[in-house]
């Protein structure tokens, strides 16, 4: 939920919250069972082997799993190289939303993650395999970055005015499905069978 911004203008965003305390509230107990239903077993299977799926009446429900393209946000934010720039260090600044006013990396992204980006092998990327062609460059390891080159970092958390008050995934009752509710009944019973409780 931190990582909702709002566009004020071209220079800067602000934090963007729900208009009500009652989104506020359905955004939060959801989200909560999301995470929670990971914690229970919910880690594998799903659209994306990440316990994911695309019901939209799931609790464990992705909106990244819509097949509707998002007319508000690009899916990449491209970060030009700059002379001292490490991957790593591109990669840090983005998850701790340093980088850019208005856009902000997922907590858990690494740098081997926007190395291995497919949008990041493409002519002018980064990981382009065609630049070692190009005298005085390597490809195919993420030590070996050049200033001018293109990062793709993947863009889902930019949000417009109209994202103010409509969060996706979040809002409405949601339920699990018979099947994941077995599944975090066997992995209680499990855990207390090995006395983890």
């Known amino acids: 939920m931190k990582m909702m911004r709002l566009v004020m203008n071209a220079a800067s965003c602000e934090p963007a919250f729900p208009e009500t305390e009652e989104a506020l509230g359905s955004m939060i107990a959801n989200v909560t069972m999301h995470e929670i239903g990971h914690n229970l077993g919910l880690d594998t299977g799903g659209y994306d082997d990440g316990g994911h799926t ?14 509707e393209p998002d007319t508000h946000a690009s899916p990449y934010f491209e970060y030009i190289v700059r002379p001292g720039d490490t991957m790593i260090g591109i990669t840090h600044k983005y ?35 065609a ?4 005298r005085g460059r390597r490809a195919n390891d993420p030590n070996w970055i050049y200033p001018g080159e293109k990062v ?46």
């Open 54 to 67: 695309t019901d939209k009446n799931n609790r464990m429900w992705d909106p990244l799993s819509m097949a």
């Open 95 to 129: 998850v701790a939303g340093t980088l850019d006013n208005c856009r902000i990396g997922w907590t858990g992204l690494t740098y081997r993650d926007v190395w291995s980006d497919p949008q990041n092998k493409a002519k002018g990327f980064v990981g382009d395999p």
């Open 131 to 134: 630049k070692s062609g190009v």
């Open 152 to 197: 793709a970092l993947e863009n889902n958390h930019l949000r417009t005015q109209a994202y103010k008050h409509r969060f996706p995934g979040y809002l409405g009752d949601k339920s699990f499905t018979s099947d994941q509710i077995d599944t975090i009944k066997q992995f209680i019973a499990q855990r207390l069978a090995d006395g983890k409780g």
